[in-house]
């Protein structure tokens, strides 16, 4: 499966943005996806995942209640609503599939596929 990130710009603080990750070459509806970010000079971190059959939703801690990963009916395409958005979350967001569905990691090293990034800006 190839991914597809896109949805990201600038926004001030406080506002609010909604990424997507589009499947080609099959669906996500047997894999976990997960978002990823990496911010200048930072280390790539987890955001957010959904799992595939049986795997359940996951967030990092400092995004839990701003942010909410969902997929579409027909398993395509999967969002990342961030809202109350921050400065700090100023970063290239990544999507990612695990072929594991059934468990929802936060370690990047565990998703096979990977999207190419879509940039995030959040200004003060």
């Known amino acids: 499966v190839q991914l597809q990130a896109s949805g990201g710009g600038l926004v001030q603080a406080g506002g609010s943005l909604r990424l997507s990750c589009a499947a080609s070459?099959?669906?996500?509806?047997?894999?976990?996806v997960g978002w990823f970010r990496q911010a200048p000079g930072k280390e790539r971190e987890f955001v957010a995942g959904?799992?595939?059959?049986?795997?359940?939703?996951n967030y990092a801690d400092s995004m839990k209640g701003r942010f909410t990963i969902s997929k579409d009916n027909y398993g395509s395409t999967v969002y990342l609503q961030m809202n109350s958005l921050k400065p700090e979350d100023t970063a290239v967001y990544y999507c990612?599939?695990?072929?594991?569905?059934?468990?929802?990691?936060?370690?990047?090293?565990?998703?096979?596929?990977w999207g190419q990034g879509t940039l995030v800006t959040v200004s003060s």
């Open positions: 070459g099959g669906t996500f509806n047997r894999y976990t």
């Open positions: 990612a599939a695990d072929r594991n569905g059934q468990v929802t990691s936060k370690n990047s090293a565990a998703y096979d596929y």
């Open positions: 959904i799992g595939g059959g049986g795997g359940r939703n």
